[in-house]
T-cell receptor
Framework: GAGVSQSPSNKVTEKGKDVELRCDPI?????LYWYRQSLGQGLEFLIY????????KSGLPSDRFSAERTGGSVSTLTIQRTQQEDSAVYLC??????????FGDGTRLSIL | KQEVTQIPAALSVPEGENLVLNCSFT??????LQWFRQDPGKGLTSLLL?????REQTSGRLNASLDKSSGRSTLYIAASQPGDSATYLC???????????FGTGTRLKVLA
């Protein structure tokens, strides 16, 4: 079946612009995660959605970052007023409760 | 605060060797631990998930062990092959949260 799909695969934008990154999880997966992977750094947790529960937003680095998950399926990560330090690969993963995570190939974001 | 460390950072071995990758974590109150591999430009692929009540998991040539009391996990790869070349990451969740904390990975190269 289809895996986790992320779009766009690459995004180049100017500093100060807003960007939206999309994640289509595997159908039926109740958990959805967003991570950020910067060059030379490990994966940094951003936000976690589980079913209808309130999301765990504790990893969002600033109030310029927000995410939503509509209808328990597709998720959008929005970065407002982008800064150069936001340049990274943004990875999305989904899973069944307490089961292995399945990752998309990520969106490579470059801020000029 | 949970911290995850992986040693070594990089490893180069000849084909056919058995090898061990190490992961240590500072807070033993974990919910589960996962090992992943990441190929260049790709997302992560889950290899093994060990629940906190388990001591090990096996899949094919891979065996992962977990010792919560000492805060350690090892990933054993038998009869390594060039196709095993990738970055291997471990990640833990601490009890009470589903936020995964990742190590910075071990970059493995298996030489033909």
């Amino acid at each position: 079946g289809a895996g986790v799909s992320q779009s766009p695969s690459n995004k180049v934008t100017e500093k100060g612009k807003d960007v939206e990154l999309r994640c289509d999880p595997i159908s039926g997966h109740t958990a959805l995660y967003w991570y950020r992977q910067s060059l030379g750094q490990g994966l940094e947790f951003l936000i976690y959605f589980q079913g209808n529960s309130a999301p765990d937003k504790s990893g969002l680095p600033s109030d310029r970052f927000s995410a939503e998950r509509t209808g328990g399926s597709v998720s959008t990560l929005t970065i407002q007023r982008t800064q150069q330090e936001d340049s990274a690969v943004y990875l999305c993963a989904s899973s069944q409760y307490n089961q292995p995570q399945h990752f998309g190939d990520g969106t490579r974001l470059s801020i000029l | 605060k949970q911290e995850v460390t992986q040693i070594p950072a990089a490893l180069s071995v000849p084909e056919g060797e058995n090898l061990v990758l190490n992961c240590s974590f500072t807070d033993s109150a974990i919910y589960n631990l996962q090992w992943f591999r990441q190929d260049p430009g790709k997302g992560l692929t889950s290899l093994l998930l060990i629940q906190s009540s388990q001591r090990e998991q096996t899949s094919g040539r891979l065996n992962a062990s977990l010792d919560k009391s000492s805060g350690r996990s090892t990933l054993y790869i038998a009869a390594s092959q060039p196709g095993d070349s990738a970055t291997y990451l471990c990640a833990v969740t601490t009890s009470g949260t589903y936020k995964y904390i990742f190590g910075t990975g071990t970059r493995l190269k298996v030489l033909a």
